[in-house]
């Protein structure tokens, strides 16, 4: 029997851990019995979101930058967020009903089960699940999936309220290094320990945890007569996944909900937690074009061999109609939203090797429709900080002989962007900001009068407020909206923004105009490579996020993520 102070304590009145079998148990929430100590040479450690299991992450076509650190972070909910609300795992696929029977099939990572498989052969190896969910929310759960897998663990280890010794943990980081610690100690002939996990940040945490675990093992006055182990920490590739789109907004909504009941019943002992809501943008409306028939229309693309691939912004994916929400005038011409329409290509284009376009026109001629471009065009690509709206710049198309003119369907519909903020109170006052002495020269250059009819809190430009009426407005009230007066926000859905010399300035309402820092540009805009194409940022959770502090940055508006890592999703 060995023992030893919790949380690396050398001194004071803390109670000393018995590193026992019996005790180590006790972080395990399976009931198993443990090998022996003299069994075990090998500890392998498998950490279970995006490492084992594909765990879904916030859709980024979904949500703007700053709401996905919301959903990410503790602080935010009072029932926890999306790491420590257990509907959210609950719903991967089509729901825990539906994908026990079928083991969540598509939704691990085989080559760590394989090797979970052979942990569970090898005789002398201890098999162990490592998690920073918490128990008391996920253990269940957490069981029922790896068993319909079939995949046996030793220990399945959550993070507790309270540890075994009454420890309390400042994150998830110490949470796993004082249990890895106690399973060191307890199996003390074990000469070798892998851990397998995706975050880099971890990764790297785990490594130095070992150096310096193994430096005092070798000290004069180490902590227990132990040998040295020998400690590998293995990076496992993220894959990352999502939810269905409807479900998702589905859950959110649900969390948001018990979130504002806890704020409302005033239970909480959160004094300054608000009541939250899901606030909708929409940022264009055009003639939306499916997954399948974007990568057929990639073939119209050519290359030239000196560009590198991951240079090029592929987007073919509308057809603008206005880059804002719908009049309804426009929109009962062009159907409504959902209004089929099938259009032909008729040309195609290279601006300065920079953008890629082609020409369109509806089958047949003579259907109604409305485009804000002129001619009506697909934009296929941008590379090298082109823009969308250059395409109005080209002369020269390149005819489409008709035999080899492509047809594709589109939808009517609208490119929309979520995000989570306070609830709107229409009977709280709002402090306007102070008049400053020397307005700055781009809220002067926004407004024809030099900023004497700058934006005012409280106000939102036309076509903000959401209506509740199908194909309605975009909403994006100024309060809380994360964009500084006059420094960018949501496009000017249309407004002609002209300075008292005629320039064309402001927050990005009309093609060629200039774009504020931080804004939304009505028809495209910087966005992060790669994201179209399924990629996601490295994903952070649990208690890592920093409390109030997330990324901003703007949205381009001919769908995909932006480089805040913001998306764009269709709406019909």
Same mark, same amino acid.
């Given at each position: 029997m060995l023992t030893s102070l919790p949380n690396g304590q050398t001194t004071g009145s803390i109670k000393p851990i018995i590193h026992t079998i019996t005790?180590?148990?006790? $972080?395990?929430?399976?009931?198993?019995?443990?090998?022996? =100590?003299?069994? =075990?040479?090998?500890i392998h450690v498998y950490d279970f979101d995006n490492t084992l299991f594909a765990s879904p992450l916030p859709n980024r076509q979904l949500w703007h930058g700053p709401t996905i650190g919301q959903l990410q972070s503790p602080s935010i909910f009072l029932n926890?967020?999306?790491?420590?609300?257990?509907?959210?795992?609950?719903?991967?696929?089509?729901g825990v009903e539906k994908e026990e029977p079928r083991a969540w099939e598509g939704w691990w990572n085989e080559q760590i089960v394989d090797l979970v498989n052979l942990t569970m052969e090898q005789k002398d190896a201890l098999n162990v699940l490592l998690t920073?969910?918490?128990?008391?929310?996920?253990?269940?759960?957490?069981?029922?999936?790896?068993?319909?897998?079939?995949?046996?663990?030793?220990? *399945?280890?959550?993070?507790?309220?309270? +540890?075994?010794?009454?420890?309390?943990?400042?994150?998830?980081?110490?949470?796993?290094q004082e249990l890895l610690k106690d399973i060191v100690y307890t199996y003390s002939q074990a000469e070798e320990i892998r851990v397998y996990e995706d975050r880099i940040k971890h990764v790297t945490g785990f490594r130095s945890f070992f150096e310096n675990f193994n430096l005092a093992l070798m000290s004069p006055e180490p902590p227990i007569p132990r040998k040295a182990i020998k400690a590998e920490v293995i990076h496992v590739a993220e894959r990352a996944t999502v939810l269905d789109p409807t479900t998702e907004i589905a859950e959110i909504q649900s969390m948001i909900n018990s979130h504002n009941t806890l704020v409302k019943s005033g239970t909480s002992s959160a004094a300054l937690?608000?009541?939250?809501?899901?606030?909708?943008?929409?940022?264009?409306?055009?003639?939306?074009?499916?997954?399948?028939?974007?990568?057929?229309?990639?073939?119209?693309?050519?290359?030239?061999?000196?560009?590198?691939?991951?240079?090029?912004?592929?987007?073919? @994916?509308?057809?603008?109609? =206005?880059?804002?929400?719908?009049?309804?005038?426009?929109?009962?011409?062009?159907?409504?939203?959902?209004?089929?329409? &099938?259009?032909?290509?008729?040309?195609?284009?290279?601006?300065?090797?920079?953008? $890629?376009?082609?020409?369109?026109?509806?089958?047949?001629? &003579?259907?109604?429709?409305?485009?804000?471009?002129?001619?009506?065009?697909?934009?296929?690509a941008t590379r090298g900080g082109a823009r969308?709206?250059?395409?109005?710049?080209?002369? @020269? $198309?390149?005819? =489409?002989?008709?035999?080899?003119?492509?047809?594709?369907?589109?939808? *009517?519909?609208?490119?929309?962007?979520?995000?989570?903020?306070?609830?709107y109170d229409p009977h709280r006052f709002v402090q306007p900001p102070p008049k400053r002495l020397h307005p700055r020269e781009e809220d002067a250059n926004n407004h024809p009068d030099g900023g004497r009819h700058a934006r005012q809190p409280g106000r939102a430009d036309r076509g903000d407020r959401y209506d509740g009426r199908q194909g309605g407005r975009g909403y994006d009230s100024y309060r809380g909206s994360g964009h500084p007066r006059g420094r960018g926000?949501?496009?000017?859905?249309?407004h002609d923004n002209r300075?008292?010399?005629?320039?064309?300035?402001?927050?990005?309402?009309?093609?060629?105009?200039?774009?504020?820092?931080?804004?939304?540009?009505?028809?495209?805009?910087?966005?992060?490579?790669?994201?179209?194409?399924?990629?996601?940022?490295?994903?952070?959770?649990?208690?890592?996020?920093?409390? +109030?502090r997330y990324d901003d940055g703007g949205t381009g508006a001919y769908g995909g993520s932006a480089a805040s890592g913001g998306g764009l999703y269709n709406a019909y």
């Open positions: 005790a180590l148990r006790r $972080w395990s929430c399976d009931d198993k019995e443990l090998p022996p =100590v003299q069994d =075990v040479k090998e926890g967020g999306w790491w420590h609300d257990a509907t959210i795992l609950a719903a991967t696929g089509e920073g969910r918490a128990e008391p929310q996920f253990a269940e759960l957490i069981k029922r999936m790896v068993r319909s897998r079939k995949l046996e663990f030793d220990m *399945v280890c959550l993070k507790p309220t309270v +540890g075994p010794a009454s420890q309390t943990f400042a994150n998830t980081m110490a949470f796993k937690a608000k009541p939250m809501q899901i606030s909708r943008t929409v940022f264009y409306t055009g003639y939306l074009i499916s997954p399948p028939t974007t990568d057929q229309l990639r073939s119209f693309i050519t290359i030239p061999n000196n560009i590198p691939e991951n240079d090029i912004r592929h987007l073919a @994916n509308s057809i603008l109609i =206005v880059p804002r929400p719908c009049p309804q005038s426009i929109l009962d011409k062009v159907g409504g939203l959902g209004a089929k329409l &099938t259009w032909r290509i008729t040309g195609t284009s290279v601006l300065d090797n920079k953008l $890629w376009a082609a020409r369109v026109e509806p089958v047949p001629a &003579t259907a109604k429709y409305h485009s804000d471009n002129r001619p009506p065009i697909v934009i296929l969308p709206q250059d395409a109005q710049r080209i002369q @020269n $198309w390149q005819p =489409v002989p008709p035999d080899k003119a492509f047809e594709f369907e589109t939808t *009517v519909g609208e490119k929309v962007l979520l995000r989570i903020e306070e609830e926000g949501p496009a000017n859905h249309g300075d008292r010399h005629g320039n064309q300035g402001g927050r990005g309402g009309n093609a060629g105009g200039r774009r504020e820092r931080g804004g939304f540009a009505p028809r495209g805009g910087r966005e992060n490579r790669g994201r179209q194409r399924g990629g996601h940022a490295q994903y952070r959770s649990l208690d890592d996020m920093p409390d +109030g």
